[in-house]
């Protein structure tokens, strides 16, 4: 069965650095996720991305982040000068269309920075 | 250390008894209704979705019911096994966003 990879499983960073978190979602899926989860806690929207546009966002996805689709596989997130609170679970998720279509999951990143 | 998360309610079942577990939405909004479930270090795993104009479905152990006029979901799992022990989650989403909105979860642990 498809399903959504994400790399690295697990990524530490220095508080200022940047990172990328990368994704393939399924292929024949048109729209695309990304998802936090903080240790414990509920997993939170952050943007959804169709036609090489962010069509929605959340607050939590202020000027720090951006998402790209560089080529017709990756979908990656970028965090341009991360802070301990970006620590957490990221993940990637990839639906086939707009309405009544679950999202699929990867099974995410986890962000460490220190 | 480690920060201290949300308390999730917990739903402890014995292995073979069927479970249920209940989550409550806000908006009159939502149209479509998922459940999925978290194993520990993993992503959410779609189980079963409902659209607003039906109130019950099937899948293999499981059914989901729709109540839109208090605004309830439920997820029933039949015959509960251990593999069913995780943090389970139901999310909605309505028509007009791309944005599916997760409930705080719950977590079922099934004891032998």
């Known amino acids: 069965e498809p399903e959504v990879t994400q790399t690295p499983s697990h990524q530490v960073t220095q508080m200022g650095q940047e990172v990328i978190l990368r994704c393939v979602p399924i292929s024949n899926h048109l729209y695309f996720y990304w998802y936090r989860q903080i240790l414990g806690q509920k997993v939170e929207f952050l943007v959804s991305f169709y036609n090489n546009e962010i069509s929605e966002k959340s607050e939590i996805f202020d000027d720090q982040f951006s998402v790209e689709r560089p080529d017709g596989s990756n979908f990656t997130l970028k965090i341009r000068s991360t802070k301990l609170e970006d620590s957490a679970m990221y993940f990637c998720?990839?639906?086939?269309?707009?309405?009544?279509?679950?999202?699929?999951f990867g099974n995410g990143t986890r962000l460490t920075v220190t | 250390g480690e920060s201290v998360g949300l308390h999730l309610p917990t739903l402890s079942v014995q292995e073979g008894d069927n479970s249920i577990i209940n989550c409550a939405y806000s908006n009159s909004a939502s149209d479509y209704f998922i459940w999925y479930k978290q194993e520990s270090g993993k992503g959410p795993q779609f189980i079963i979705d409902?659209?607003?104009?039906?109130d019950k479905r099937q899948g293999q152990r499981v059914t989901v019911l729709l109540n839109k006029t208090v605004k309830h979901l439920s997820l029933q799992i039949a015959a509960t096994q251990p593999g069913d022990s995780a943090v389970y989650f139901c999310?909605?989403?309505?028509?007009?966003?791309?944005?599916?909105?997760f409930g705080t979860g719950t977590r079922l642990q099934v004891f032998p």
């Open positions: 999310a909605e989403i309505s028509y007009n966003t791309d944005k599916l909105i």
């Open positions: 409902i659209r607003s104009n039906m």
């Open positions: 998720a990839s639906r086939v269309g707009y309405s009544n279509s679950p999202l699929h």
